[in-house]
């Protein structure tokens, strides 16, 4: 028997009973399916070593019951976060400039809107876009050319006024 299908027979055999004993520590279905699936995923990333324990179902629930603990510690956290500090103050909705930059942008190619968005939002060099990009300065630098023309077609600004201006 292979390894997958080893590890195949166990998920199909010990799967329910998993999820039904998360089901009764949790009290939601959904939640206890999807800590089941992470649990028996890092099994399968160990499989090598868990398919030789006594009872490898166990070490699958053990690590399912500390997804689901690790889960309630950090939502404990939030809540006493949230009480020491209060609510998030109020963040002001975007301008409509904004919203019609972000509007514009989306509506160019990703590459064109990526390099717009690192050069010119983010203030990175050409040569740095390129870097992070894996392409040519060349290619960011027609890319640069080709978004903005775009986007000032799209937000209907006269390129001659912007530049003379």
């Known amino acids: ?21 998360l089901y009764a520590l949790i009290g939601d279905l959904t939640e206890a ?26 070490w699958v629930r053990t690590v399912a019951r500390r997804i689901v603990f690790s889960g309630w510690r950090k939502s404990r956290n939030r809540v006493t976060a949230y009480r020491r500090h209060g609510p998030a103050p109020p963040t002001a909705a975007p301008s409509e400039d904004t919203v019609a930059l972000v509007t514009a942008l989306h509506a160019l190619p990703v590459e064109q809107r990526e390099a717009v968005v690192l050069h010119h939002i983010v203030g990175l060099p050409v040569e740095e876009v390129a870097r992070q990009t894996g392409v040519s300065t060349g290619t960011i630098k027609t890319r640069l ?21």
């Open 33 to 58: 399916q999807d800590v089941t699936q992470e649990a028996y995923a890092r099994a399968w990333q160990r499989w090598r070593r868990v398919r030789e324990y006594d009872d490898p179902e166990a």
């Open 145 to 165: 050319v080709r978004g903005r023309k775009s986007l000032s077609v799209l937000l209907k600004i006269d390129v001659t006024e912007v530049r003379h201006a």
């Open 1 to 21: 028997m292979t390894r997958t299908d080893d590890f195949d027979a166990f998920y199909r055999e010990t799967r329910q009973r998993v999820a039904a004993t």
